[in-house]
């Protein structure tokens, strides 16, 4: 080790010294002398591997410690699950907790949380009740399907299905759906831990009726489908629509689950999208048993919902399994009051989900000449101008689908565009923006009216105005 290194070693305090400096004493009065201790020995511990990597080659500083100390006990403080804003135009940003909730919907979840509720309680014949009771008539209603539960996500929903209906014996799948998607979940490894085995059939791009027909034996227990939604595979591909696959499998008294994903219960194609079946249009597909998300396109909590023919539901309803699966309180508040949307016919005013994906190019465009206007440009060391953009839907739905926006591109004096982005990224309340054609671009299709502000003051801060 040079001398160098070893100088600014030796000049770092222990401790017990450094728990005597005046900012920290204050801070061990506002936390504990403990929590300070513990911060003051991960950032002397820092320091020390950023001597010893050739990274830090500044003489000990007691104002830049007890900096670098308040900052890590305010992080601390402040809890590593927060809110962020998001400027991505990814409407389902998996990575950001995919669909949000509205205010009101928001302050609902937040009064059941805060008392008592009848979670399983019976208020009028006072006896024990069933927690899947507060959606199961809305889901039935809102699909058309004999029975409904829900468990707490898609992949639980599938497992328990196949656990149900497949263990022991074969369930038939095209090759070509035995997806992978977000966590690496995939479809194969679910079917294999419910204890059913996979018949795989076709091709990765084709797979006819004849496929499954000749693969159905005396092991099979169901045929399946999976929706691709987050992915396309094109050109010279093939498919085997839901009715004929139903068909075939009530030929054999076989049960016909399909796992659509996304959970639509509106026709994306009044925005100008890609048509995706509608969770009643595969029921009426004659499809048995229908899985999907409740926190993609239906624009609700993180949940899997199950809907389809009561005697298979009935018995997922006694699977041990389902304990380990069900939900709480707050997540059928959520759920609850976004299906009630959909049977008010408010879904789209009630549901950010909905309103992000029926927002037009008018009314993007107004809303950046409103941020524009908030961040008083003339006095900021950048270029900001208005620049169209698409976004995407996200969450592993509509993967080709391309939503026409308007953004603000920020092209900062004297700063890359990563270095800008990493700024917002970093602030009080994080703005996550992409960088794109050499700037930051912030997205306006995903950012609330009342979070322009917010935005502005980010902005600003990160730009040093």
């Not at 820092?46 to 001597?51: F, G, L, N």
């Not at 919907?105 to 008392?115: D, K, N, S, T, Y």
């Amino acid at each position: 080790m040079d001398k160098g290194r070893q100088q600014l070693l030796r000049q770092l305090p222990d401790v017990d010294h450094l728990l005597q400096r005046p900012v920290l004493l204050a801070w061990q009065d506002r936390k504990s002398r403990q929590a300070v201790r513990d911060a003051v020995r991960a950032i002397l511990d820092e320091r020390r591997q950023s001597i010893l990597a050739g990274k830090w080659d500044q003489p000990f500083s007691g104002d830049e410690f007890d900096q670098a100390v308040v900052q890590r006990l305010q992080m601390a403080e402040r809890g590593h699950l927060r809110r962020v804003i998001n400027a991505t135009g990814t409407i389902l940003h998996t990575n950001l907790g995919r669909a949000v909730f509205s205010s009101a919907l928001a302050r609902h979840i937040g009064e059941l949380a805060c008392h008592y509720s009848n979670l399983e309680y019976d208020l009028v014949s006072g006896k024990r009740g069933s927690r899947y009771d507060h959606v199961r008539e809305l889901l039935c209603a809102l699909t058309g399907a004999e029975d409904a539960m829900v468990v707490n996500n898609n992949a639980a929903a599938v497992l328990l299905t196949l656990s149900s209906l497949v263990s022991g014996r074969e369930v038939v799948i095209s090759r070509g759906e035995l997806v992978e998607i977000g966590g690496s979940f995939r479809i194969p490894d679910v079917i294999e831990q419910s204890g059913g085995r996979i018949c795989e059939v076709g091709t990765t791009n084709k797979t006819h009726l004849a496929d499954y027909q000749r693969a159905i034996g005396e092991n099979t227990a169901a045929l399946m489908k999976v929706h691709t939604s987050n992915y396309r595979i094109i050109g010279f591909t093939e498919s085997v629509p839901a009715p004929n696959l139903a068909s075939l499998a009530h030929d054999h008294g076989l049960p016909c689950i399909n796992d659509v994903g996304s959970g639509l219960f509106v026709d994306l194609a009044e925005w100008g999208l890609p048509h995706e079946p509608t969770v009643r249009e595969v029921l009426e597909a004659g499809c048995d048993i229908v899985t999907f998300s409740a926190d993609k396109l239906l624009g609700g909590p993180q949940a899997g919902i199950i809907v389809g023919k009561a005697a298979y539901l009935e018995a997922m309803k006694h699977h041990p399994l389902l304990r380990a699966l069900r939900v709480d309180k707050m997540t059928l508040a959520g759920l609850e009051g976004t299906l009630r949307a959909y049977r008010d016919g408010t879904a789209v005013c009630q549901i950010p989900t909905l309103r992000c994906l029926a927002l037009t190019k008018n009314e993007l465009r107004e809303r950046a000449e409103r941020l524009l206007q908030l961040l008083h440009i003339d006095d900021l060391p950048a270029c900001i101008s208005l620049r169209q953009i698409d976004d995407c839907v996200g969450g592993g739905a509509c993967p080709d689908a391309v939503l026409p926006g308007w953004s603000l591109a920020i092209e900062a004096d004297g700063m890359t565009p990563e270095a800008l982005e990493r700024r917002l990224r970093r602030a009080d309340l994080p703005v996550v923006a992409r960088v794109q054609y050499h700037a930051v671009i912030l997205s306006l299709r995903t950012l609330g009216e009342e979070e322009l502000p917010d935005v502005a003051c980010a902005v600003r801060k990160a730009l040093g105005g």
